[in-house]
């Protein structure tokens, strides 16, 4: 099963379950207030989703850090490049 | 390392949107099971709202993501022509 049809699955068996408890489809005589939570429950899922998005994005962003010891261990490989090529000759 | 400005961002961002979060799942999951005349609901619009202000919140990113995205192509695509 591809990752695309597992996506599908699940988001249409959320679908059909949502249906069923929003338009009472299956005369569960569920109580006014489930009602109430589950109609805006797609727009809600949209939203949490979307504040994990903001939040990881937030917190990656805080705690970003360089890597100075890559960054020395590239700078001294570029100069051993340099000065290897200049004994070959290469003008730079 | 990250610098002051990027981390008062980042940190300002999390508690931005666990504010949202908190204040959202209030609003959407919480106040069903509270009594209508009950003073917590004079701090929250009528319920219609919490699916329409994230309606209008969306269409205005994808706006702004589609004048963003316009933007971008047009400017890469002019150099091209002149060559």
């Known amino acids: ?19 069923l408890v929003t338009f009472d ?8 207030q489930y009602k109430e939570l589950a109609w805006p429950m ?11 998005s903001l939040a990881t994005v937030g917190y990656r962003v805080a705690t970003f850090n360089d890597c100075e010891d890559a960054a020395k261990e590239l700078q001294a490989q570029i100069k051993e490049a340099k000065e290897d090529l200049r004994k070959k000759g290469l003008k730079m | 390392m990250a610098t002051g400005a ?20 209030i609003w959407v999951v919480v106040l069903p099971f509270v009594d209508s005349d009950h ?4 701090y929250f619009l009528p319920r219609e709202y919490s699916v329409i202000l994230p309606g209008i919140a ?19 695509r002019k150099p091209k022509k002149v060559d």
């Open chain 2, 6 to 25: 990027d981390q008062a961002v980042g940190f300002g961002l999390v508690g931005f949107s666990l504010l949202l979060f908190t204040y959202y799942s």
């Open chain 2, 58 to 76: 969306a269409l205005i990113l994808l706006l702004f993501v589609g004048t963003f995205i316009g933007i971008v192509t047009w400017k890469n």
């Open chain 2, 39 to 42: 003073v917590i609901h004079s």
């Open chain 1, 42 to 52: 797609p727009v809600y899922l949209l939203v949490v989703f979307g504040c994990y």
């Open chain 1, 1 to 19: 099963m591809t990752k695309l049809l597992q996506w599908l699955l699940a988001v249409s068996l959320i679908g059909i379950a949502w249906g």
């Open chain 1, 25 to 32: 489809l299956l005369d569960l005589h569920l109580l006014p």
